[in-house]
T-cell receptor, first 115, second 116 residues
Framework: KAGVTQTPRYLIKTRGQQVTLSCSPISGHRSVSWYQQTPGQGLQFLFEYFSETQRNKGNFPGRFSGRQFSNSRSEMNVSTLELGDSALYLC??????????????FGPGTRLTVL | GENVEQHPSTLSVQEGDSAVIKCTYSDSASNYFPWYKQELGKGPQLIIDIRSNVGEKKDQRIAVTLNKTAKHFSLHITETQPEDSAVYFCAASNSRRGSTLGRLYFGRGTQLTVWP
């Protein structure tokens, strides 16, 4: 089975711009979660999508948003980029409703650099 | 919310020795505890997990123990090899069957270095 794929792998943007990141979950997985990883804050939960609906949201400003499509692929968007948004953005895929516990499998991440 | 603390932040061992990483959590409702290994330039890889109804789980050279009363869990790696060198993260989650997926709360990571 192919793993979680994320595109692009690297992005360089300037302050004020917006960016869209894409995630394709493992085939058959219907849940996608997003995490931000930085040296200062570690791994922090952004949001989770299941069946095209946001089910859970972390403590991030409204500039961070996401969506999920009917094929379970997900995108996250960051508007009005700030320097502090530079991070590794990770997508995690889970079969979720098939099990009572959430085994989450991560993709390689998108490295976003804001200049 | 949940708070997960992880120790030590760095760990150096000789090849063949054992390595132990410890985590504590604060929310007694947490019921799922995965461990991830992250190599440079890669995403975290799930290596083992344990559920709250189990005290110990083993998979070849790695094992995890859970003490619900004390709210701590540990990762044990035996017969370490240089390829075990990576950053290891513990996490905690509250996830019940049919309920909203529990978000993962991560520890800050342990950089494990195995010297040949």
């Amino acid at each position: 089975k192919a793993g979680v794929t994320q595109t692009p792998r690297y992005l360089i943007k300037t302050r004020g711009q917006q960016v869209t990141l894409s995630c394709s979950p493992i085939s058959g997985h219907r849940s996608v979660s997003w995490y931000q990883q930085t040296p200062g804050q570690g791994l922090q939960f952004l949001f989770e999508y299941f069946s095209e609906t946001q089910r859970n949201k972390g403590n991030f400003p409204g500039r961070f948003s996401g969506r999920q499509f009917s094929n379970s692929r997900s995108e996250m968007n960051v508007s009005t980029l700030e320097l502090g948004d530079s991070a590794l953005y990770l997508c995690a895929s889970s079969s979720r409703m098939d099990r009572g516990y959430n085994e989450q499998f991560f993709g390689p991440g998108t490295r976003l650099t804001v200049l | 919310g949940e708070n997960v603390e992880q120790h030590p932040s760095t760990l150096s061992v000789q090849e063949g020795d054992s390595a132990v990483i410890k985590c504590t959590y604060s929310d007694s409702a947490s019921n799922y505890f995965p461990w991830y290994k992250q190599e440079l330039g890669k995403g975290p890889q799930l290596i083992i997990d344990i559920r709250s109804n189990v005290g110990e789980k083993k998979d070849q050279r790695i094992a995890v123990t859970l003490n619900k009363t004390a709210k701590h869990f540990s990762l044990h790696i035996t017969e370490t090899q240089p390829e075990d060198s990576a950053v290891y993260f513990c996490a905690a989650s509250n996830s019940r069957r049919g309920s909203t997926l529990g978000r993962l709360y991560f520890g800050r990571g342990t950089q494990l270095t195995v010297w040949p």
